[in-house]
């Protein structure tokens, strides 16, 4: 059996299975591990969420902010948005099975025999691992019913509280838990984050860090799997491995193998579409 890990897909389904192909991935054997943002800005959204639903036990996904997105307009068409490419999902006969199932997926996969886990964005530097796992899972158990997500998609927007306190309670904590697994980048000294940057590392002015280079993070030995910056693209370093080379803005969909001693076995990309606006 091989383990595969691959990058931000958002729509790109015709490098995502050009990519497989390449792989010769085979669902019986295989496994995939996606970094999220499986759907928007490209143009196969729906394709690419019934492919990776017919993957079963086979692909782990865990759940990006375009992910989320797309089931918060589901719940409230208010919250679409002029750049959002997934009607093709919402009017769709198999919606409901569809957005049932991807409501259903995590946010943090860990896997302790491989000793990675699986984030889509990043982690603030207070948060330990065990921290990470159990803050994923209270806001598992919240989307994964669907009173309780409808309000937490009426909440979920907005970047504040910007720092983690333990006593963070209600959406306040729900929201920066969101934040973090799905919209992390960058962050201060002191562990606040900073969502609007989406610039390289090089580009971030003083005082600002990429979320894994953060002083005292408390994750620095834990080896991380994730994708969502596409600025950043390939990282292979500090314990994480950045997955997201920007397939959807004409860069590449990324594979590599994650189940070998080792560096991870790096497979040739596949190049994306014609660059899109930002």
């Known amino acids: 059996m091989a383990v595969y890990a691959i990058g931000d897909i958002q729509g790109c389904c015709d490098e995502f299975e050009q990519l497989l192909d390449r792989l010769h991935f085979n669902p019986t054997q295989d496994q995939l591990w996606l970094t999220g943002d499986l759907v928007n800005r490209g143009p196969r959204s729906l394709d690419t969420l019934r492919l990776v639903k017919s993957l079963g036990n086979s692909a782990v996904t865990v759940l990006g902010n375009h992910d989320l997105h797309l089931l918060a307009v589901a719940f409230d068409k208010n919250a679409h948005r002029r750049k959002d490419t997934f009607d093709d999902i919402l009017s769709a006969p198999d919606r409901n099975e569809l957005l049932d199932w991807l409501r259903q997926q995590p946010l943090l996969h860990h896997d302790a025999k491989l000793n990675r886990t699986l984030i889509h964005a990043g982690l603030p530097p207070q948060w330990t691992l065990t921290q990470a796992r159990a803050c994923a899972r209270e806001l598992e158990r919240v989307l994964q019913d669907a009173d309780h997500a409808r309000e937490l998609f009426q909440q979920m927007y907005g970047d504040t509280p910007d720092r983690w306190e333990d006593q ?56 991380i799997i994730c994708g969502h910056w596409s600025a950043l693209g390939y990282h292979d370093a500090d314990q994480v491995l950045a997955l997201d080379t920007g397939c959807i803005w004409g860069g590449t969909l990324c594979g590599i193998r994650i189940d070998v001693k080792g560096k991870p076995a790096h497979i040739p990309s596949i190049s994306g579409g014609l660059p899109l606006e930002d």
């Open 168 to 223: 963070l309670q209600g959406f306040d904590r729900l929201r920066f838990i969101t934040n973090c697994l799905t919209r992390l980048r960058v962050c201060t000294a002191d562990g606040s984050l900073r969502l609007k940057e989406k610039n390289a590392p090089h580009q971030l002015a003083s005082g600002l860090y990429p979320w894994f280079k953060a002083p005292h993070r408390q994750t620095a030995n834990d080896q």
